[in-house]
């Protein structure tokens, strides 16, 4: 059964910290990992990664994966309490391009 | 900015009623999503269609959800009847086709069932 599992659940931060988040996948016939941001309302993308070692980044954000150890990490700088949310990960399959989510991590800024 | 519409936003009702979800999806998208998120969980896949044909529809308990697209565009999620463990958020989403996968989600229906 496809897993993807996200860590840790919930971390609060004060605003300029560094967070980095992780996302594990086991999954057959992968074909991309993708992030998105959910606040109070439909997530929202952030990211989506097919090749290892190439970091892609979005001012603040940046994120890479390893396909060899089958993990990706997200990581914010310099936080700001507009960053508060639900992070989640998922892994899509190049059988199907079915999304499989992971539980989300919880980010709290506070200022 | 073209945004996928989903309503209502909230619904509250009884077990054993019917309810129904509706979507529209970004003008264009041929591939239309439903999921299910219950508190503390991501999005479950409930059914996919590419523009009116059920492409997947493994998770989703037929005995009481069903799900339409007729014409290709809009879509709606039924449930008839509603049980307590249906509370969650249903999320809609679109993608221009299944195999680009940068999928655009609408704002949700949150649904409570007393």
């Known amino acids: 059964e496809d897993k993807v599992v996200q860590s840790p659940l919930s971390l609060v931060v004060h605003e300029g910290d560094t967070v980095t988040l992780n996302c594990s996948y086991e999954v057959t016939n992968f074909r991309s990992l993708l992030w998105y941001k959910q606040e109070k309302k439909a997530p929202t993308f952030l990211f989506m990664l097919t090749s290892s070692g190439i970091e892609k980044k979005s001012g603040r954000l940046s994120s890479i994966l390893d396909k060899k150890e089958l993990f990706s990490i997200l990581n914010i700088t310099a936080t700001q309490t507009g960053d508060s949310a639900i992070y989640l990960c998922?892994?899509?399959?190049?059988?199907?391009?079915?999304?499989?989510f992971g539980a989300g991590t919880t980010v709290t800024v506070r200022a | 900015e073209a945004e996928v519409a989903q309503s209502p936003r909230y619904k509250i009702t009884e077990k054993s009623q019917a309810v129904a979800f509706w979507c529209d999806p970004i003008?264009?998208?041929?591939?239309l999503y439903w999921y299910r998120q219950i508190l503390g969980q991501g999005p479950e896949l409930l059914v996919q269609?590419?523009?009116?044909?059920?492409?997947?529809d493994s998770q989703l308990p037929k005995d009481r959800f069903s799900a339409e697209r007729l014409k290709g565009v809009d879509s709606t999620l039924k449930i008839q009847p509603a049980e307590l463990g249906d509370s969650a958020m249903y999320l809609c989403a679109s993608s221009y086709w299944t195999s680009n996968n940068e999928q655009f989600f609408g704002p949700g229906t949150r649904l409570t069932v007393l």
């Open positions: 269609f590419q523009d009116e044909s059920v492409v997947d």
């Open positions: 998922a892994v899509e399959q190049s059988s199907d391009y079915k999304l499989s």
């Open positions: 003008s264009g998208h041929a591939t």
